[in-house]
């Protein structure tokens, strides 16, 4: 199983972004997927997750209405639109396999990209 | 929402057992899933549902929960498991994932 996310970057605030999370090594279309963040020198945040088939989006209430979670299960890929990003969205965000059953755990996370929001 | 509450630090001597604590309403009733997390690197599962261990994880590690308290119990400490400990549940509530916010362990 290999998660290697890519697309971080600076951005000013009031930007956008978009992170993208290439999956190997088992089928994609099985699982559920997340995002999970962690700002520098602080714990994790769950971001959001989408079930397997893309029908079921949800998001930590921070970042509803400005981020998209979002699949292509043809070229096992995972994403992340960032809109409307603010400092606080400063973070390491790392793709994780999971929830498992949409309610366990992460059993595979990739390396994480970081993400600076600063004018 | 809900709360999970882990202590900043806990600090053990090599060899001996440490424990680091979860705590959460009624947390008993739910599956809590840990996590290590060593300097510059990404998080990886120890235990998950209170107590199972994935293929790979020493013995060492083991857990469990009860009433308001999950427990991370790692024996015969090992100066490689310095880390960051974080657990998590699933809050049905809202359909959300939780994350305590840490513990790091120091081995003295």
């Known amino acids: 199983v290999q998660l290697v996310e890519s697309g971080g970057g600076l951005v000013q605030p009031g930007g956008s972004l978009r992170l993208s999370c290439a999956a190997s090594?088992?089928?994609?279309?099985?699982?559920?997927m997340s995002w999970v963040r962690q700002a520098p020198g602080k714990g994790l945040e769950w971001v959001a997750k989408?079930?397997?088939?893309?029908?079921?989006?949800y998001y930590v209430d921070s970042v509803k209405g400005r981020f998209t979670i979002s699949r292509d299960n043809a070229n096992n890929s995972l994403y992340l639109q960032m809109n409307s990003l603010r400092a606080e969205d400063t973070a390491v965000y790392y793709c994780a396999r999971g929830p498992r059953d949409s309610v366990g755990e992460f059993d595979y996370w990739g390396q994480g990209t970081l993400v600076t929001v600063s004018s | 929402s809900y709360v999970l509450t882990q202590p900043p630090s806990v600090s053990v001597a090599p060899g001996k057992t440490a424990r680091i604590t979860c705590e959460g309403n009624n947390i008993g009733g739910k599956g809590v899933h840990w996590y290590q997390q060593k300097p510059g690197q990404a998080p990886v599962l120890v235990i998950h549902?209170?107590?199972d261990r994935p293929s790979g994880i020493p013995e060492r590690f083991s857990g469990s929960n009860s009433g308001n308290t999950a427990t991370l119990t790692i024996s015969r400490v090992e100066v490689g498991d310095e880390a960051e400990f974080y657990c998590q549940v699933w809050n049905s509530g809202t359909d959300h994932t939780v994350f305590g916010g840490g513990t790091k362990l120091t081995v003295l």
């Open positions: 989408i079930k397997e088939d893309g029908s079921q989006k």
């Open positions: 549902y209170d107590s």
């Open positions: 090594g088992f089928t994609f279309s099985s699982y559920w």
